[in-house]
């Protein structure tokens, strides 16, 4: 796993580009701290940070064609890159390296843009292909590995942070205030919208070609619910299900490094680290996060599977006091704001790892969103349960048994509880159904929005723009596939894999593989019946059979516990000056962006350690992460210059 950057366009002397992608490159040494180079010709200039996995020897980057027309910068992995290299060379091709970036190369040679569809894998990256004189870029399907870019001076400008964007001459950080208003609402920007002003990401399972000036983006792959097939019995499904998850695992522990796992105690890591520990008959090494707060605590769990596996483990406990002490460093890392403190303890975690060695770990990340695991898709088959009988006293109470950690709940009566999940008539249209309780909710934050950001967004609506993005097909859908698609295609990759995945595991250079989110599995689950997955209440019933015997029944049989960490309500007892500089009034109307007065109590109220659910935790990490965002990047950039390889 690597960090790219780049540029395309003329204008700049040798040296001053030398100079640009040096500074880019020096940004996000921490993607790629093994080794450095640049290539440079007359209009394109690419940089490469490697974090050194496979092909220790000769996968040096960026790399040239034999013929020298086509030269590469890459993030990622492909998987298969073993069985592509044999396929190519059955045709004839002739390979200088063991690396599966030169399979990359040859893949675009013979099939120009349609070799994304060749590869499974994780990546972003960009190709100057100099006999057509264009850039293409691309980026993987699930969203994994980011990828940005910007215009600047008549360049076009690339990076797999914004960070290293932020060093190219013009450059200004401004905060978008719609982008603002979209994690206020939805957790993270709808792409291609970011958090910077004039910043865009490419989506997920797009690629780009840069030519004459200008850009074409075009969708290679999207998550398809219209071919469900019902002639295969569940015990067929599980089998297949089994199946492609072993492979999907078998591919991602090719490494010419040793490759560790994460074990939350959760099923989904789990069933990973049984898989990967048959796979691995060398030994496995685990990590994970465990919190002196039993409410979030899943050590005994853990334990239990380490016993099961005799797995070398390793755990770092996070409380309040790291979480406060690491978060400034986190949204460094996030370039975005965020509601939720969850993304601190995996930071530390990530920490964890490199320190014992390790640059490559499994995640059982995915399997919720493949296999219909959260909460979030029992609560939207319950409120159309309740609709149907508007008045039951009973009903409502359904809402306690999905989330019995969740202690005010609990206590809520049933009239609470029907009016807060509640559903009218005309809402079983509603093509956001199933994520209208969450985003009401998190828009409560915005109550804290100064009258001038109100006044800048007008009558905009966050939702309304994600309604508008959601593809033709997508209302004849089954409502758990539905409510499948938002979570996948929206949340999962930005916030889930970049603000906790992506970003806090490369801030320490290590690399996290997903088997679950390989995208035969992906195709075969959405091609599951929606029953098969969501069984009454039960979750990722599919999952749980075909995966019964790999790990102790008192995990595979253990209700879902989604991860969470310790919230912000006793962020100021750590006294963190950083927290008080934030909050100040001066602070505030500097930035603009909230109401200053309703800040302050909030503020007071977290002094008091009085808050009284998730909008004020959701609020006060929200309005503390927009404030160091504005204090860490509204600013000039400081780069100290690192010097690199030259590749010409």
Same mark, same amino acid.
């Given at each position: 796993?690597?960090?790219?950057?780049?540029?395309?366009?003329?204008?700049?002397?040798?040296?001053?580009?030398?100079?640009?992608?040096?500074?880019?490159?020096?940004?996000?040494?921490?993607?790629?701290?093994?080794?450095?180079?640049?290539?440079?010709?007359?209009?394109?200039?690419?940089?490469?940070?490697?974090?050194?996995?496979?092909?220790?020897?000769?996968?040096?980057?960026?790399?040239?064609?034999?013929?020298?027309?086509?030269?590469?910068?890459?993030?990622?992995?492909?998987?298969?890159?073993?069985?592509?290299?044999?396929?190519?060379?059955?045709?004839?091709?002739?390979?200088?390296?063991?690396?599966?970036?030169?399979?990359?190369?040859?893949?675009?040679?013979?099939?120009?843009?349609?070799?994304?569809?060749?590869?499974?894998?994780?990546?972003?990256?960009?190709?100057?292909?100099?006999?057509?004189?264009?850039?293409?870029?691309?980026?993987?399907?699930?969203?994994?590995?980011?990828?940005?870019?910007?215009?600047?001076?008549?360049?076009?400008?690339?990076?797999?942070?914004?960070?290293?964007?932020?060093?190219?001459?013009?450059?200004?950080?401004?905060?978008?205030?719609?982008?603002?208003?979209?994690?206020?609402?939805?957790?993270?920007?709808?792409?291609?919208?970011?958090?910077?002003?004039?910043?865009?990401?490419?989506?997920?399972?797009?690629?780009?070609?840069?030519?004459?000036?200008?850009?074409?983006?075009?969708?290679?792959?999207?998550?398809?619910?219209?071919?469900?097939?019902?002639?295969?019995?569940?015990?067929?499904?599980?089998?297949?299900?089994?199946?492609?998850?072993?492979?999907?695992?078998?591919?991602? *522990? =090719?490494?010419?490094?040793?490759?560790?796992?994460? /074990? $939350? @105690?959760?099923?989904? #890591?789990?069933? %990973?680290? &049984?898989?990967?520990?048959?796979?691995?008959?060398?030994?496995?090494?685990?990590?994970?996060?465990?919190?002196?707060?039993?409410?979030?605590?899943?050590?005994?769990?853990?334990?239990?599977?380490?016993?099961?596996?005799?797995?070398?483990?390793?755990?770092?406990?996070?409380?309040?006091?790291?979480?406060?002490?690491?978060?400034?460093?986190?949204?460094?890392?996030?370039?975005?704001?965020? *509601? =939720?403190?969850?993304?601190?303890?995996?930071?530390? /975690? $990530? @920490?964890?790892?490199? #320190?014992?060695? %390790?640059? &490559?770990?499994?995640?059982?990340?995915?399997?919720?969103?493949?296999?219909?695991?959260?909460?979030?898709?029992?609560?939207?088959?319950?409120?159309?349960?309740?609709?149907?009988?508007?008045?039951?006293?009973?009903?409502?109470?359904?809402?306690?048994?999905?989330?019995?950690?969740?202690?005010?709940?609990?206590?809520?009566?049933?009239?609470?509880?029907?009016?807060?999940?509640?559903?009218?008539?005309?809402?079983?249209?509603?093509?956001?159904?199933?994520?209208?309780?969450?985003?009401? #909710?998190?828009?409560?934050?915005?109550?804290?929005?100064?009258?001038?950001?109100?006044?800048?967004?007008?009558?905009?609506?966050?939702?309304?723009?994600?309604?508008?993005?959601?593809?033709?097909?997508?209302?004849?859908?089954?409502?758990?596939?539905?409510?499948?698609?938002?979570?996948?295609?929206?949340?999962?990759?930005?916030?889930?894999?970049?603000?906790?995945?992506?970003?806090?595991?490369?801030?320490?250079?290590?690399?996290?593989?997903?088997?679950?989110?390989?995208?035969?599995?992906?195709?075969?689950?959405?091609?599951?019946?929606?029953?098969?997955?969501?069984?009454?209440?039960?979750?990722?019933?599919?999952?749980?059979?075909?995966?019964?015997?790999?790990?102790?029944?008192?995990?595979?049989?253990?209700?879902?516990?989604?991860?969470?960490?310790?919230?912000?309500?006793?962020?100021?007892?750590?006294?963190?000056?950083?927290?008080?500089?934030?909050?100040?009034?001066?602070?505030?109307?500097?930035?603009?962006?909230?109401?200053?007065?309703?800040?302050?109590?909030?503020?007071?109220?977290?002094?008091?350690?009085?808050?009284?659910?998730?909008?004020?935790?959701?609020?006060?990490?929200?309005?503390?992460?927009?404030?160091?965002?504005?204090?860490?990047?509204?600013?000039?950039?400081?780069?100290?210059?690192?010097?690199?390889?030259?590749?010409?």
């Amino acid at each position: 796993m690597c960090g790219i950057a780049g540029y395309c366009g003329a204008g700049l002397h040798r040296q001053e580009a030398e100079a640009l992608l040096a500074a880019m490159s020096a940004t996000i040494a921490h993607r790629g701290p093994d080794e450095a180079g640049i290539h440079v010709t007359d209009d394109v200039g690419l940089a490469h940070r490697r974090l050194s996995i496979v092909d220790l020897a000769d996968g040096q980057q960026p790399m040239t064609s034999a013929d020298g027309q086509l030269h590469i910068t890459y993030n990622g992995e492909i998987f298969n890159h073993v069985e592509l290299r044999r396929d190519l060379e059955s045709r004839g091709h002739r390979f200088r390296t063991s690396s599966d970036t030169e399979v990359i190369l040859h893949l675009y040679d013979e099939l120009g843009p349609d070799c994304v569809a060749q590869l499974n894998g994780d990546f972003a990256f960009a190709i100057h292909d100099a006999r057509r004189k264009r850039l293409f870029l691309a980026r993987d399907r699930m969203g994994v590995r980011p990828l940005y870019h910007t215009w600047r001076q008549g360049r076009f400008h690339f990076a797999s942070e914004i960070k290293a964007l932020l060093t190219v001459p013009g450059m200004e950080a401004r905060l978008d205030p719609f982008a603002l208003d979209q994690i206020f609402t939805l957790w993270a920007p709808i792409p291609p919208r970011t958090a910077f002003e004039g910043v865009s990401e490419l989506p997920p399972a797009h690629w780009m070609i840069v030519e004459n000036g200008a850009t074409r983006t075009q969708r290679y792959w999207d998550l398809n619910f219209s071919d469900v097939r019902h002639d295969r019995t569940e015990a067929e499904l599980a089998e297949e299900t089994r199946a492609l998850l072993e492979d999907a695992t078998r591919i991602r *522990l =090719r490494a010419d490094v040793e490759v560790g796992t994460y /074990l $939350s @105690g959760g099923l989904d #890591s789990s069933i %990973i680290a &049984a898989l990967a520990k048959r796979m691995a008959p060398a030994g496995l090494t685990s990590f994970a996060v465990t919190f002196s707060d039993p409410a979030f605590d899943e050590s005994a769990f853990q334990n239990e599977m380490v016993r099961a596996l005799d797995t070398e483990h390793h755990t770092v406990d996070c409380d309040m006091d790291e979480i406060a002490t690491v978060f400034p460093e986190v949204i460094r890392h996030t370039e975005q704001p965020i *509601l =939720r403190t969850g993304p601190a303890p995996l930071y530390r /975690l $990530s @920490g964890l790892v490199r #320190s014992k060695g %390790i640059k &490559a770990v499994l995640s059982g990340e995915g399997a919720d969103e493949v296999f219909a695991g959260y909460d979030i898709f029992k609560e939207a088959r319950i409120r159309r349960f309740c609709a149907r009988q508007p008045g039951s006293q009973l009903r409502p109470h359904l809402f306690r048994r999905i989330y019995p950690y969740l202690s005010n709940l609990k206590r809520q009566t049933p009239d609470y509880l029907a009016a807060f999940f509640g559903v009218a008539s005309d809402d079983l249209n509603d093509p956001l159904f199933s994520h209208r309780p969450r985003m009401r #909710s998190t828009s409560g934050t915005k109550l804290f929005f100064s009258d001038a950001l109100k006044a800048t967004l007008g009558d905009y609506d966050a939702a309304d723009e994600l309604a508008a993005t959601l593809p033709d097909a997508f209302s004849e859908w089954h409502p758990l596939h539905q409510a499948q698609y938002l979570e996948t295609r929206f949340l999962l990759p930005g916030y889930i894999l970049s603000s906790q995945g992506d970003r806090m595991a490369m801030a320490h250079g290590i690399e996290t593989r997903f088997p679950f989110l390989d995208h035969r599995l992906v195709m075969h689950a959405a091609q599951t019946p929606a029953n098969i997955k969501l069984k009454g209440l039960r979750e990722k019933h599919l999952l749980r059979e075909a995966m019964r015997d790999v790990v102790p029944p008192q995990i595979a049989d253990r209700p879902k516990q989604p991860y969470r960490a310790p919230e912000a309500s006793a962020f100021t007892d750590h006294a963190q000056a950083y927290v008080e500089e934030a909050f100040a009034k001066t602070a505030l109307e500097e930035n603009g962006n909230f109401h200053v007065e309703k800040t302050a109590r909030l503020y007071n109220k977290s002094r008091l350690n009085s808050f009284t659910g998730f909008r004020d935790n959701a609020a006060f990490v929200g309005i503390l992460s927009t404030q160091l965002w504005s204090q860490q990047f509204a600013r000039p950039v400081r780069i100290t210059d690192q010097p690199l390889a030259v590749r010409a």
